[in-house]
């Protein structure tokens, strides 16, 4: 007798001699009374299955990304919008555009505060003739950095060198602000 033709399993039946079998769809489990089929949340076996958030639906899963990111062709991994690069930004022609994991900056021109004078888009310089100069950095230079999060540390990002106008003179390089955390630190390069 196929006794699977009388639908005694909710989604898969083998026929057997002289019995049958229940089993379930990919993503399901069956339940204890041989019969009936529930989801299994995949999401729950493992924390590692998505990259930011897994979300569980009836016999599979997806990935979802957070704003700023779009999920890879592995369906797992996010990876974040270059909103400067696309050009999907409101950044006016007179700003810069910095991207920021999951959005972007615009940053205003540079501006030197005194007894500074613009030479460039990023270099404010101190004029010799000027005597609040003596004892000021020559000049000061304006760099912004996109540090990538996949970035292997340690590892050298910036390179800053000093030139003596003056006899005598000496330079202490320091790091003033955003080290809190103190993820930075600062080393003589070995020549």
Known sequence: IDECRYGYCQQLCANVPGSYSCTCNPGFLLNSDGRSCQDMDECSVSEFLC????????????????NG??????????????ECDTRNNTCTAQQTCLNIPGTYKCLDPMRCEEPYVQINDNRCMCQVENPTCRDQPFTIVHRHMDILSNSRVP???????????????????QIKSGNEGREFYMRVREE
């Open 51 to 66: 990259q930011h958030q897994c979300v569980n639906e009836p016999g599979s899963y997806y990935c979802s990304c957070p």
């Open 69 to 82: 990111y779009v999920l890879l062709d592995d369906s797992r991994t996010c990876q974040d919008v270059d």
């Open 155 to 173: 590892s050298d990002i910036f390179q800053m060198q000093a030139t003596s106008r003056y006899p005598g003179v000496y330079y202490i390089f």
